[in-house]
């Protein structure tokens, strides 16, 4: 995958994520993390945090999952390896943060790392549409 095409997909995975992520963080799911983690939530996200997150997460999924994929021609590849490493992603802060966050609920680990999972291996195959379509 040429680097011109690479700056197209990208934007189009970002966008994908953003809308995805806040559809379930501002309205599936606030509920429930209100009620779970309502004691260590902000009452306004530190977007100077969460910006450099999307930009470096949605990075690494298109070379981690995306051109892998493209590689090999195959959305099933996109998808499986976008699962894989949106469960280790989320895993990777809700399992530390369940063992060294004093009040961190463990309830709501096993819904995020399925949202990491569902959320990850989307994008994944968003940008895999995409890159296949661009690159015709």
């Given amino acids: 995958m040429t680097a011109s095409l690479l700056l197209k997909v990208y934007p189009a995975m970002l966008a994908a994520f953003l809308a995805l992520d806040i559809a379930w963080l501002g309205v599936v799911a606030r509920t429930l993390y209100q009620r779970q983690m309502g004691h260590l939530m902000r009452p306004q996200a530190n977007w100077?945090?969460?910006?450099?997150?999307?930009?470096?997460?949605?990075?690494?999924?298109?070379?981690?999952?995306?051109?892998?994929?493209?590689?090999?021609?195959?959305?099933?590849?996109?998808?499986?390896?976008?699962?894989m490493f949106g469960l280790a992603a989320y895993a990777a802060f809700d399992l530390t943060a369940l063992a060294v966050l004093k009040d961190f609920p463990g309830g709501i680990v096993p819904v995020d790392l399925a949202w990491g999972v569902v959320l990850t291996a989307s994008v994944s195959a968003v940008g895999y549409r995409v890159a296949v379509a661009l690159a015709r």
Avoid: D, T, W
């Avoid at 949605?58 to 699962?83: D, F, N, Q, T, Y």
């Fill in 48 to 83: 100077g945090a969460a910006v450099p997150f999307y930009l470096i997460y949605v990075g690494a999924i298109l070379i981690l999952c995306v051109l892998p994929a493209v590689e090999k021609g195959s959305v099933a590849r996109a998808l499986g390896l976008g699962a």
